[in-house]
């Protein structure tokens, strides 16, 4: 066995830093939990890049001695405890004493601070963790540090850094969990030189929440409520306006941001039988209760606490949740299937006259035709010209001897009947009228109406013989539709059976078929109008990061704000409404690391497409739509479950309703 040896403050001082300082987003953690500790009432962030090269944290607080500032580096030193008793209950945001001295230990570091009443500031510059330089400093009071090529000594800590987009989405998380749990504190951060966060300080956490997330803000139901000396405060989503992930759920207790299961489960059970399958609440909550009842010391980051009293946390989170919910209407519009007028087709000289109509224009002689076109000036343009149109095609093919058959279209029958106007007198002349030349052209007819005298009564025609209808070749020739339950289910007779068929599941099945056996791109659509898709910082940068993937899922996105892309194309079967919650589900499929098998990714998307395109249980479903569905349901014996495993169809037999009957 080698012999054992103590390590070196640097080998210590780097291996801290492993489990305090994994990227610039935890830097700067560090750095505004220690601003808001010196009682800042202003902090300003600035990153360059993803912040590995440069950061910079200036805030108002009280600031150091030039003998602090040096000891402030050193490990294991703190102004936040003195004895071992004070672990019992941290109320500071820092308390290791390990944050500096990890930082300094890989990355350049330049400090300007000054107290409050002092002349002058100091001045200090550190490289790995060593003081090259220090002095006196002209500055406001406060403290200005400035961090440098971190991990600049640790190459292979340096390998695990990725692109300054996604360190920077980190940052600017970071920054939005230090502004929601403090909104005492008047937070700026600028990123490239570009200011994308700004609050007012003024201890509004609403205030706050609007300025992080947004218009989105503005949808959150406010929450305030007591349990057994416990105390909660902040907003919740609404149950219609549930996110496909939890990357929205802000938790902080005692102002500091945690993760923990215990709060996740309490939100979540509130929302039960309120919210669908798979979509989870957005909140930003805050939990108040004493300093000795929570465990704070449990993780080198500090983000994980332990609870004296589980039980009593999780019910002042439920019921408090359940609380602002139940006082709260939220009654969502049933939503129907919106579709296109169809246009008014121009009249032409196709289309086939009502048998009615037809008899009357055959029975006229040219000059009748004449004075029947003269008259029908005065009637409204659209019956006007299809009457005419028919007339003349009628009177020329007649007149050239021709055995006329006319095309059949009993779909538009009424419609031009009730359209065509009344059927107009026509006086028979004094005189014959004159021969007419088979060969003559036939022109435009510009005469005037001639006196009226009296009624001509049109000669009947002969019925044409109808003719024969084919056999019915259709498969619902063996089963019956009967109609649809709850605009969710269609039913179906067959034989001794009755089949209810769920139509959102059936329709989410067959779409997703025809998408899987099209190993090809997926059909896209570009928008004439982007789509704006609001994501968590971490969900922006990694969109970007895999362009090119989501391109060949059939979505291009383009970045528009710190958290917000646009979606200036998607998959052809989705539609707009769809889209934005459907990229969002990918990206948290993406930050969960589900990026594997392209093949289940692919799977994956093909669900949700699939899902997000198929009608709707609830909308009003055109008959001739359900018609379509049943036929491939009822021709199709694979047609058993839909992508999530839920039953398509099932099954009543006459016996089993007939004994429900006691028949």
Request: charged residues 25%.
């Amino acid at each position: 066995m080698p012999k054992i040896i103590q390590l070196s403050p640097h080998v210590a001082n780097l291996i801290a830093a492993g489990e305090v300082v994994e990227r610039p987003a935890s830097v700067i953690k560090e750095l505004l939990e220690n601003a808001v500790d010196a009682g800042a009432s202003q902090v300003t962030v600035e990153i360059r890049g993803g912040g590995s090269t440069f950061m910079r944290v200036t805030d108002n607080g009280c600031g150091m001695t030039p003998e602090d500032a040096e000891t402030a580096f050193l490990r294991h030193a703190t102004s936040k405890l003195r004895t071992a008793e004070d672990l019992a209950a941290i109320g500071t945001m820092g308390f290791r004493g390990e944050a500096l001295a990890a930082i300094a230990s890989v990355s350049r570091i330049d400090l300007i601070t000054k107290t409050a009443g002092a002349i002058s500031g100091t001045s200090l510059t550190l490289e790995a963790g060593a003081v090259t330089d220090r002095g006196e400093a002209g500055c406001p009071e406060g403290t200005t540090i400035i961090i440098r090529d971190l991990f600049f000594n640790v190459p292979a800590r340096m390998k695990f850094m990725k692109t300054d987009v996604a360190e920077g989405a980190k940052v600017t998380a970071t920054v939005h969990q230090q502004a929601l749990a403090h909104p005492e504190v008047a937070f700026r951060f600028i990123r490239d030189g570009k200011e994308v966060l700004s609050t007012p300080g003024s201890s509004d956490l609403e205030a706050a929440v609007y300025c992080v997330y947004g218009r989105d803000g503005g949808k959150l139901i406010k929450v305030s409520s007591s349990w057994e000396g416990y105390h909660l405060t902040g907003f919740v989503s609404k149950p219609t306006d549930a996110r496909p992930s939890r990357s929205l759920q802000t938790f902080f207790v005692n102002d500091r941001p945690v993760k923990s299961r215990l709060l996740i489960a309490a939100l979540e059970e509130a929302y039960r039988n309120q919210i669908m399958i798979g979509k989870f609440p957005a909140c930003v909550l805050h939990l108040k209760l004493p300093a000795n009842t929570v465990d704070v010391n449990v993780h080198p980051a500090k983000t994980e606490v332990k609870f004296l009293n589980e039980k009593a946390v999780f019910d002042c989170v439920h019921y408090g949740v359940l609380g602002a919910l139940n006082k709260t209407p939220d009654r969502p519009q049933v939503q129907f299937t919106q579709k296109p007028a169809a246009p008014t087709p121009a009249p032409t000289a196709t289309q086939a006259p009502s048998p009615k109509q037809e008899s009357f224009f055959r029975t006229m002689t040219p000059q009748e035709f004449k004075n029947f076109s003269g008259a029908l000036q005065n009637a409204p343009q659209p019956a006007q010209a299809r009457a005419i149109a028919t007339a003349e095609a009628i009177t020329r093919e007649t007149r050239l001897g021709q055995n006329v058959t006319l095309p059949a279209n009993p779909a538009k029958k009424q419609e031009e009947e009730a359209a065509l106007p009344p059927i107009i007198t026509v006086t028979k002349l004094a005189t014959p009228p004159e021969p007419v030349t088979v060969h003559e052209p036939i022109l435009p007819i510009h005469e005037p109406i001639l006196p009226i005298h009296e009624p001509v009564t049109p000669e009947p025609i002969p019925a044409e013989p109808e003719q024969a209808q084919l056999p019915d070749t259709e498969p619902e020739s063996t089963w019956r539709y009967v109609g649809e339950l709850y605009n969710a289910y269609v039913i179906v007779e067959q034989g001794e059976e009755a089949f209810l068929i769920d139509k959102h599941a059936a329709h989410e099945r067959i779409l997703f078929d025809k998408l899987k056996a099209n190993q090809e791109r997926i059909s896209a659509q570009a928008l004439l109008s982007p789509v704006p898709c609001r994501l968590s910082p971490e969900g922006a940068a990694i969109a970007l990061e895999n362009q090119d993937f989501l391109m060949t899922l059939g979505f291009e996105v383009e970045l528009f704000g710190d958290s917000t892309v646009l979606l200036r194309q998607i998959p052809m079967d989705l539609s707009q409404e769809a889209a934005a919650e459907t990229l969002e589900s990918l990206v948290s499929d993406l930050l969960s690391g589900k990026r594997e098998k392209a093949e289940n990714i692919r799977d994956e998307l093909l669900h949700t497409v699939a899902c997000k395109a198929a009608i709707k249980a609830g909308w009003r479903t055109d008959e001739a739509e359900l018609l379509a569905l049943v036929r491939q349901v009822m021709a199709r014996e694979d047609l058993k479950y839909c992508p999530h495993g839920r039953p398509i169809c099932i099954t009543l037999s006459k016996k089993q309703l007939e004994k429900q009957f006691k028949r």
